[in-house]
């Protein structure tokens, strides 16, 4: 267990990989009583780790959920057995997705990448603004969606645990159904106007220039929409297509990772009316410029 600052500890689960980094973030909040945010995966090792860091005479008063992959959101419910304490988050996976995210989920298309919790179900739902505060800590909900429909941040004081919308280290998956272009755009700005000191993400280190960090991530996503259209403006294109043309130093394992995220960038642009697609919108359609 490690302090990064008065009220906030962090212990890192032992879950390397190209998409976590060097492992989730579980985060300490405040002292005796305190918050848990994201326990991690379904790790005894890693919950036991967690316990024992505490201090002498501490205990978990509530645990708090980002999102419902499965390197956030199982461990939730190992710690609520053991402690006793209440899981807080936005709602079950399939929470906060847009009308046309909920469509393709309805057509089939499932998440990739960390994977989705399915089974994920909170004890007590938070809504945007709600607040939730123990002795010597206060938790104020944001409701984020961009990486993940169901995706909170946390502010405490001046600083927000970001999840997975925000990283130092990385950018952010957005892979549909679970994660929305458009919805990751409102989010940064919505990340923007809290004007907060330093960001908690849920991988790696914490982002010391938050408003610096926020404007690179938008300007990254503009760019790859232009380079997306561009691709299109030589003419119909499929989402592997695109991925080859843009992607020429990514391996080709990482291939279909890279898929989601163009993918992410036309869904957008259909909903703007920018490009159309056939058959229908999915990622096997062909795609031309409008």
């Known amino acids: 267990m490690v302090g990064l600052e008065p009220g906030v500890r962090r212990i890192v689960a032992r879950n390397p990989s190209p998409m976590t980094g060097t492992g989730t973030c579980t985060y300490v909040v405040g002292t005796g009583r305190v918050a848990v945010i994201d326990p991690g995966p379904a790790d005894p090792a890693h919950m036991q780790a967690l316990l024992g860091g505490l201090g002498r005479g501490e205990r978990v008063e509530a645990i708090f959920v980002t999102h419902a992959h499965l390197d956030h959101s199982p461990g939730a419910r190992l710690l ?12 079950p996976a399939d929470a906060g997705r847009s009308p046309v995210m909920a469509r393709l989920a309805a057509q089939g298309l499932a998440g990739g990448g960390e994977g989705v919790d399915a089974a994920f179900r909170p004890d007590v739902l938070l809504a945007d603004g709600a607040v939730v505060s123990g002795p010597d800590w206060s938790l104020r ?46 989010s940064l700005d919505r990340l923007a106007a809290e ?8 991988h790696g280190d914490p982002v010391e220039a938050p408003a610096e960090r926020l404007a690179a991530l938008a300007g990254h996503r503009r760019a790859r929409s232009r ?53 229908e919108l999915s990622p096997g359609a062909i795609f031309f410029r409008r």
Do not use: C
């Open 141 to 186: 909900a944001l409701h984020t969606p961009g990486h993940f429909g169901n995706h909170l941040g946390f502010a405490f004081g001046d600083a927000i645990f970001t999840g997975d919308l925000v990283m130092g280290w990385s950018s952010t998956l957005i892979s549909p159904p679970d994660g929305d272009l458009g919805d990751y755009m409102r």
């Open 195 to 202: 004007g907060a000191r330093r960001f908690f993400p849920g």
């Open 227 to 279: 380079q997306i259209m561009e691709v299109l403006a030589r003419g119909p294109a499929t989402v592997m297509s695109i991925v080859r043309s843009l992607y020429t130093d990514l391996p080709e394992d990482l291939h279909p990772v890279a898929a989601r995220n163009v993918f992410a960038h036309l869904v957008e642009m259909h909903s703007k009316n920018e490009i159309s697609q056939a058959p």
């Open 80 to 91: 609520a057995e053991v402690t006793g304490a209440a899981v807080h988050a936005f709602g």
